[in-house]
């Protein structure tokens, strides 16, 4: 979660997106347009912390509850992750902003 975080920071979409499992209903066949789509996030926003509030590990799975600290709110997320060989996905997750 924290390497997704700071690639949303720096604006690496490339990470975003091989860091993103196929199901999740965010993931976009068309490569160049979801990079420009998350590139024009992190230029948008103002990254000014992130705070995990839970983690939890089973064998293939990890659930992270955390805040994001933006310029003009917060925004909630209990995330899910799969594991993929070495690699963790990001599968979905719960979001509420304020």
């Known amino acids: 979660m924290k390497s997704r975080y700071s690639a949303y920071v720096v604006a690496d979409a490339k990470y975003i997106i091989n860091t993103t499992h196929p ?6 066949d068309d490569k160049k347009s979801w990079q420009k789509s998350i590139e024009n996030f992190s230029r948008e926003n103002s990254f000014l912390g992130l705070e995990i509030l839970s983690f939890k590990e089973e064998e293939n799975y990890a659930f992270v509850t955390f805040k994001a600290f933006f310029a003009d709110g ?10 993929n060989g070495a690699l963790w996905l990001y599968l ?7």
Do not use: A
């Not at 917060?74 to 594991?83: I, Q």
């Not at 979905?92 to 304020?98: A, D, T």
């Open 23 to 28: 199901d999740n209903p965010e993931f976009q």
């Open 74 to 83: 917060e925004l909630y997320e209990k995330s899910r992750f799969v594991k």
């Open 92 to 98: 979905n997750g719960e979001i509420k902003v304020s």
